[in-house]
């Protein structure tokens, strides 16, 4: 089911930065984990970082750590994703996927969420 929206995907150059978000129109996140994936042709889908869904913790994989920051505003039932210092083979689709409602945690493994979003590709290129 595709109940979530990603945007702000689009081209930056190598060192750039993006943000991206991930609206749920039809969907409460409050009681929801989050997390971000991204994946390239040919490639499986990689989990890059998780909220809980009170933000009150939050995961990365180690390629993003320190350069990503996950975040939400659940007044505006939104999670965004800020990328900084973006390498060019970080160029992907990049989705968005939540788990509800699940309160204690957070995960980065595909198979344990209930909600996508179709995705929004980044490219990274000078």
């Known amino acids: 089911q595709f109940a979530l929206v990603e945007s702000g995907g689009g081209l930056v150059q190598p060192g750039g930065s993006l943000r991206l978000s991930c609206e749920a129109p039809?969907?409460?996140?409050?009681?929801?984990?989050v997390s971000w994936f991204r994946q390239v042709p040919g490639k499986e889908r990689e989990g890059i970082s998780c909220i809980t869904s009170s933000g009150g913790i939050t995961k990365y994989v180690d390629s993003v750590k320190g350069r990503f920051t996950i975040s939400r505003d659940n007044a505006k039932n939104t999670v965004y994703l800020q990328m900084n210092s973006l390498k060019p083979e970080e160029t992907a689709i990049y989705y968005c996927?939540?788990?509800?409602?699940?309160?204690?945690?957070?995960?980065?493994?595909?198979?344990?969420?209930?909600?996508w979003g179709k995705g929004t590709l980044v490219t990274v290129s000078s």
């Open positions: 039809g969907l409460t996140l409050k009681q929801a984990a």
């Open positions: 996927a939540a788990k509800t409602p699940y309160l204690s945690d957070c995960e980065l493994e595909a198979s344990g969420m209930d909600y």
